[in-house]
C-alpha cells in the first residue's frame, strides 16, 4: 500500500502510455504507435526512482511484446532494451500470460495442480471419494 501511494506521481511522459502499479509491481504499458518512447520512459522511471530513494532493478524487469497472432502481415519487433530482457511470457499477479495474449500455461499448470490435488485426496482419503 505504502507504495502505491508513493509511486502516485510516477507517470507516464508520453500520452497513451500507461502505468499499473500493484503492491511492488509496476507495468509499463506502451502501445505500439508509442513504441519509439520506451528509452525515454525507462529513463523516466530510472530518475523518478532516484529522487524518491529508490533503485530500478534491472533484474527483475523484463519486457514482453503483445503480437496478435492472427494478422496475416509479418510484423517487425521493436529493438531490444539495453539490460532489459526480452521474454516470451510473463507472470503477473500469478497468473502467466504470453506475447499472443494466451493463458493457456497458466490454465495447464492449474489444471495440474486440481489433478495432483485429486489424487492426493484419493491416497488418503479413499473413503472419500
Not at 27 to 39: E, G, H, K, M
Request: proline residues 4%; neutral net charge; contains cysteine.
Amino acid at each position: 500500500m505504502s507504495y502505491v501511494v508513493n509511486a502516485g506521481d510516477l507517470t507516464p511522459l508520453t500520452l497513451g502510455n500507461v502505468f499499473c502499479k500493484y503492491a511492488d509491481d509496476t507495468y509499463l504499458i506502451i502501445p505500439a504507435s508509442n513504441v519509439d518512447s520506451r528509452t525515454r520512459e525507462i529513463e523516466n522511471i530510472r530518475s523518478w526512482s532516484c529522487a524518491n530513494n529508490l533503485n530500478l532493478n534491472l533484474k527483475t524487469s523484463s519486457e514482453i511484446v503483445f503480437v496478435d497472432s492472427m494478422r496475416r502481415r509479418q510484423i517487425q519487433l521493436p529493438s531490444l532494451l539495453e539490460g532489459i530482457p526480452r521474454v516470451c511470457s510473463l507472470k503477473i499477479l500469478e497468473i502467466t500470460i504470453n506475447s499472443h495474449f494466451s493463458v493457456s500455461e497458466y490454465v495447464s499448470c492449474v489444471i495440474g495442480k486440481c489433478a495432483q490435488t485429486i489424487q492426493a485426496l484419493r491416497i488418503s482419503l479413499p473413503w472419500a471419494l
